[in-house]
């Protein structure tokens, strides 16, 4: 069996439970290719209204950026509000804003209706500014409960300051009802829960070649093959081109996370709060406490291979910030694909009669591949059409290799604008 990497998650993983390898012939209602968040989820809610699923899945349960990520669940979309509100106009925009609540929803309501304890909920999500942005986040906490009914705090300056005890930080949104979790374990549970109602999951068993023309489509694993009246690409920043035309319109995109080592009286000079920080930034650091320690994420990249210094890499930012933590050691360091369109949407809906996309999740995927994962059970269920939110965005061609490259340089210009933001603050105060 395919090992998992190592992190804070593995190391705190509470079920050994392994899924067959698939071998021999098999038939479905639907196949879904790649088991993590979005592909158990829309599994789950397929099963739930009595469609028999096949969930293939190359390596582990939830073994890429589904069971690596920060941990992180609250509404919204990896691209900005305005960014929506430019393409779809504002109404429409408002309703993919409670899209991604309702994803919210559906993980709280996972974890209390399968009594998932191990996925250990902790509420509270701050997200603070780097720079002087008191009004900017005025309007937002106003917007949000105007808008969407949502009751967030925003905290000065010295309240931030007596949170988070660094001079990096200024304003900031408390988001009581947003909450960080154990991806992993809560991953795992949706695959028992799948099978326990009669769906099948099959680990270490990649797809390998596919035959989509016809109603009945044939998806080709090393030892088998499966037969479905319907297919559903989830593999995220590990899809390969098995369907090219869904892997040309995205990007995998790497993320990096460290695990410190044991020291919370240490992390208590920096860091006062059990909420999840993100600092606002297009990519900037995430971190939370994790058992005494501190997992710390942040910086993407277009590399898909490990560098060398990964934990040198975080640490700096880690140290940058909080200078009472330099002589906190890293115990563990990982990375994670995640897969970004050109748009930062997630590619939801049918490529072809038959062959649906639920991916492209990267950076704010806890919540958007749940509901994307719901929007896609419901089309083939026959139940409703709220997919076609999503065609406004599209399966553009990713650019290749100039998308690439235009992807670090639009990181890089976005890193040289906050620079100056935080620069400009420092002078002011």
Not at 111 to 119: E, F, K, S
Not at 322 to 339: C, F, I, N, R, T
Not at 384 to 399: E, K
Request: proline share 3%.
């Amino acid at each position: 069996m395919t090992p998992y990497v190592d992190t804070y998650y593995t190391r705190t993983l509470t079920s050994e439970t392994s899924y067959p390898v698939l071998s021999g012939r098999h038939d479905t209602s639907v196949c879904i290719v790649g088991g993590g968040l979005a592909g158990l989820t829309a599994a789950l809610e397929l099963a739930r209204r009595g469609l028999s699923v096949t969930v293939l899945e190359a390596r582990r349960i939830a073994w890429g950026a589904s069971g690596r990520n920060g941990g992180f669940v609250s509404p919204g979309w990896a691209a900005r509000g305005d960014q929506i509100r430019k393409r779809v106009g504002t109404d429409h925009a408002k309703m993919l804003f409670r899209l991604s609540m309702e994803g919210v929803a559906m993980v709280s309501d996972a974890i209390r209706d399968l009594g998932i304890t191990d996925a250990h909920v902790t509420h509270g999500i701050l997200r603070v500014s780097r720079y002087e942005n008191g009004e900017t986040l005025k309007a937002q906490r106003d917007e949000q409960e105007i808008e969407f009914g949502r009751q967030l705090r925003l905290l000065s300056r010295e309240e931030v300051r007596s949170l988070l005890i660094s001079s990096k930080y200024h304003q900031g949104l408390l988001d009581d009802a947003s909450f960080h979790f154990h991806p992993l374990n809560y991953a795992r549970a949706l695959a028992g829960e799948i099978v326990r109602l009669g769906g099948s999951v099959h680990e270490d068993t990649p797809a390998v070649s596919a035959d989509l023309v016809g109603a009945e489509k044939r998806i080709r694993t090393p030892e088998g093959e499966v037969s479905a009246a319907s297919v559903v690409f989830a593999g995220g920043g590990y899809t390969d081109r098995v369907l090219p035309a869904l892997r040309r319109a995205f990007l995998p995109i790497a993320t990096y996370v460290v695990l410190s080592e044991l020291a919370p009286e240490l992390i208590a000079t920096a860091i006062r709060t059990q909420s999840g920080i993100s600092d606002g930034r297009r990519a900037g650091d995430y971190y939370r406490l994790a058992d005494g320690k501190l997992l710390w994420g942040g910086r993407i990249t277009t590399r898909t291979t490990d560098p060398r210094d990964i934990a040198a890499v975080i640490r700096r930012e880690m140290v940058a910030t909080y200078p009472q933590l330099e002589s906190l050691k890293v115990d563990v360091a990982w990375s994670g694909l995640m897969a970004y369109a050109r748009h930062l949407m997630p590619l939801i809906g049918p490529v072809m009669p038959g062959v649906w996309a639920c991916t492209g999740f990267g950076g704010h995927g806890l919540n958007t591949t749940a509901i994307g994962a719901r929007v896609v059970a419901e089309a083939l269920a026959g139940e409703s059409d709220r997919y076609r939110a999503f065609a406004p965005f599209g399966f553009f061609w990713n650019g290749g290799l100039f998308g690439t490259a235009a992807v670090q340089l639009t990181y890089w210009a976005y890193q040289g604008m906050d620079f100056l933001r935080e620069r400009r603050s420092v002078r002011v105060v």
